[in-house]
């Protein structure tokens, strides 16, 4: 709602453009024309709404899960724009409305229940991998290195395609191999498992299978009270978020109340607090100036990270050509 709210002259803007109108604030895209990108936007959620449709999911349960979908994605790119992470974990499962609607005798269908399980798997279980993430990180890096004026989503098309092809190169890659690996090698990290990835199939039936079955039984309760803690939380991210915007000086970020007690900050928070106390001593004694001509150290050393994770990718590939052991690369928390 916060999202919305900010960007409501926006939103509207587009809208008008949309439909053939302009206003005084008028969007000009500068990557896609504004009229393209809301199209485009509702053409891929109705072709969404289709294919969910045809797979048996009910008129109310997939306008649920595309609500519930497209919500954590919006979100999840704010947070990433707002904070610069590249590690973002928001545990609300999507099929999560359905579970709550059975608790007070509102059931949808199981194969909606199903499908909802099955994208929450898929999409939105592990979310560092998120489209939504990389594609706006991609345009703002090409903001403040190639196409620092706006309006020019002319000049910009040989980038937008770069993206496509990127898209499209990763997607057949990664699906060949992924299948190729998972049927044909052990898991790599279980030497003791099967031919078969077995996170993955564990979370297959852990969430997907075990949770059908228990969504199917009659009467099924729990002891959390929902709604006093949906109704907190909403709360504590409104007033958050007010404060923020209210205020400049305010410290605290809503992100961090949404984010504290997820997996990824158990895992990078004390990266965090370093990268955070280097910022207040270099603002602290540098200035802004300071500030911003440290920011290449540090893309340094993110790029120099990504280079040496490549290189002894590239070394164990070699490995194994050779008949020797394979070594696991691995940049972020596993």
Not at 1 to 18: D, Q, S
Not at 116 to 131: G, K, N, P, Y
Not at 226 to 237: L, R
Not at 261 to 266: A, F, L, N, S
Request: glycine fraction near 10%; charge should be positive.
């Amino acid at each position: 709602l916060t999202i919305l709210w900010i960007g409501r002259h926006h939103w509207w803007a587009v809208l008008r453009r949309m439909v053939g109108q302009k206003c005084k604030t008028d969007p000009v895209g500068q990557y896609l024309p504004s009229t393209l990108a809301g199209w485009g936007l509702v053409l891929c959620v109705l072709g969404m709404a289709a294919w969910l449709y045809a797979a048996g999911v009910t008129i109310i349960a997939l306008v649920i899960l595309l609500l519930m979908f497209g919500l954590l994605l919006l979100v999840i790119a704010r947070v990433v724009a707002e904070t610069g992470l590249a590690f973002v974990q928001i545990s609300m499962p999507i099929y999560k409305p359905f579970s709550l609607g059975a608790e007070v005798g509102m059931k949808t269908s199981l194969g909606s229940y199903l499908l909802a399980t099955w994208w929450h798997d898929i999409f939105t279980h592990d979310m560092r991998e998120s489209l939504a993430v990389y594609s706006t990180t991609s345009l703002k890096l090409a903001d403040a290195a190639i196409y620092p004026q706006k309006g020019t989503f002319g000049k910009s098309a040989p980038f937008i395609g770069a993206l496509a092809l990127a898209l499209l190169v990763g997607y057949v890659a990664s699906g060949w191999s992924m299948l190729h690996v998972e049927y044909g090698y052990s898991d790599t990290l279980n030497t003791n498992s099967a031919q078969v990835n077995s996170y993955g199939s564990n979370n297959v039936v852990d969430q997907t299978v075990s949770g059908l079955v228990a969504y199917a039984q009659p009467g099924v309760k729990s002891n959390v009270n929902y709604p006093w803690h949906i109704g907190f939380g909403a709360a504590v991210t409104g007033i958050l978020s007010f404060l923020r915007l209210r205020y400049a000086a305010w410290p605290l970020h809503p992100v961090g109340f949404l984010l504290a007690t997820t997996y990824p900050m158990g895992q990078i928070w004390f990266s965090i607090l370093i990268g955070w106390l280097l910022k207040v001593a270099i603002v602290k004694y540098g200035g802004l100036g300071g500030y911003r001509q440290s920011r290449n150290i540090f893309m340094g050393l993110i790029v120099g990270e990504c280079t040496a994770a490549a290189f002894w990718l590239v070394v164990s590939i070699v490995r194994v050509w050779m008949g020797l052991e394979f070594h696991a690369i691995r940049l972020m928390p596993g």
